[in-house]
């Protein structure tokens, strides 16, 4: 099966810095999500970007299906950005997302 | 605002017990899926519904089982239960393609 890796597994910032997270994955994949959980748990749906590049707000995202990655870009981070962020891609005839381990990140003050 | 929604929020049960949790998705939304959670860990696909047919399983055993309803709702069992199925678990419902999450059912089994 798609095997996902995301780096860095934790980031510390301070608010007001850029960051930029890496989704790498082994397989072609015919969908892929961004998720933000927060601290209670909700998985929060950020992008749905099988390919290319979207922007919402301070969010940006880029997938290279080629080259079987995803970026995810956060400018000016707050401390609401804190919590875990998983990159999610979707292979094969089922709805099922295969999840990395994600990036932990902790915007202070 | 994802309109799943989950219940209940919390659970404790004991080992060798069984469990029903609950989920609650859109109308016209015909696809849930089931995801487990250990701490520290990402999601993991359980199973997958569709129009009341279970259509993809993740590596799960058969003690976990499930229900969907024509009202869009559905179910997640589990039988026997043991230490490490101690989780927050998760259920998804589909439209075009994106997946919703609701908030979860974090359940201890002691």
């Known amino acids: 099966g798609i095997q996902v890796e995301q780096s860095p597994p934790d980031l510390i910032l301070q608010e007001g810095a850029n960051s930029t997270l890496r989704c790498n994955f082994s397989?072609?994949?015919?969908?892929l999500q961004w998720f933000h959980q927060n601290p209670w748990g909700q998985l929060i749906n950020l992008f749905y970007?099988?390919?290319g590049t979207k922007q919402n707000g301070r969010l940006s995202a880029t997938t290279v299906a080629t080259e079987r990655y995803s970026l995810l870009y956060i400018s000016s981070s707050q401390t609401t950005d804190s919590g875990v962020y998983f990159c999610?891609?979707?292979?094969?005839?089922?709805?099922?997302?295969?999840f990395g381990t994600g990036t932990l990140l902790a915007v202070q003050p | 605002e994802t309109g799943v929604t989950q219940s209940p929020t919390h659970l404790i049960k004991t080992r060798g017990q069984q469990v029903t949790l609950r989920c609650s998705s859109q109308?016209?939304?015909?696809?849930v899926s089931w995801y487990q959670q250990a701490l520290g860990q990402g999601p993991q696909f359980i199973f997958q519904?569709?129009?009341?047919?279970?259509?993809g399983r993740g590596n799960f055993p058969p003690r976990f089982s499930g229900l969907q309803f024509p009202n869009y709702s559905s179910e997640l069992n589990v039988n026997a239960l043991e230490l490490d199925d101690s989780a927050l678990y998760l259920c998804?419902?589909?439209?075009?393609?994106?997946?919703?999450f609701g908030a979860g059912t974090r359940l201890s089994v002691l």
């Open positions: 998804a419902s589909t439209d075009g393609g994106l997946q919703y």
């Open positions: 397989d072609s994949v015919n969908n």
């Open positions: 970007i099988p390919s």
């Open positions: 999610a891609p979707r292979g094969g005839a089922t709805n099922k997302l295969i």
């Open positions: 109308s016209g939304h015909n696809t």
């Open positions: 519904y569709y129009r009341e047919e279970e259509n």
